[in-house]
Nanobody, 123 residues
Framework: VQLVESGGGLVQAGGSLRLACTTSGFTFDEYTIGWLRQALGKEYEGVSC????????HYVDSAQGRFNISRDKAADTVYLQMNNLKPEDTAFYYCAARFSDYCSPEFNEYDYWGQGTPVTVSS
């Protein structure tokens, strides 16, 4: 099983990034995929997730209206489009897979994790 994040980087406040989570080694349609982040010295925070066939998606309040999650079955990939980024979005972003048709913001409810990609938003 592999989840590989890409698309992180350094961006100015107000800018955009598109994160990608490319998966392999499991049946993509059977897993809910989440994006979680961890800022330096802080706990993991569930940012967004999308259920198995994209029928439902969820966002943390601070990301609502700025972030958009989507999944591409043909590419076994989940994307997180992040717009109007703020310095408080600075963190390591991880994608994770959960064998369930329900989203969860809790890091310990995911079965597989990627290595993460850093996002830094300068003011």
């Amino acid at each position: 099983v592999q989840l590989v994040e890409s698309g992180g980087g350094l961006v100015q406040a107000g800018g955009s990034l598109r994160l990608a989570c490319t998966t392999s080694g499991f049946t993509f349609d059977e897993y809910t995929i989440g994006w979680l982040r961890q800022a330096l010295g802080k706990e993991y925070e569930g940012v967004s997730c999308i259920t198995t066939r994209g029928s439902s998606s969820h966002y943390v309040d601070s990301a609502q209206g700025r972030f958009n999650i989507s999944r591409d079955k043909a590419a076994d990939t989940v994307y997180l489009q992040m717009n109007n980024l703020k310095p408080e979005d600075t963190a390591f972003y991880y994608c994770a897979a959960r064998f369930s048709d329900y989203c969860s913001p809790e890091f310990n409810e995911y079965d597989y994790w990627g290595q993460g990609t850093p996002v830094t938003v300068s003011s």
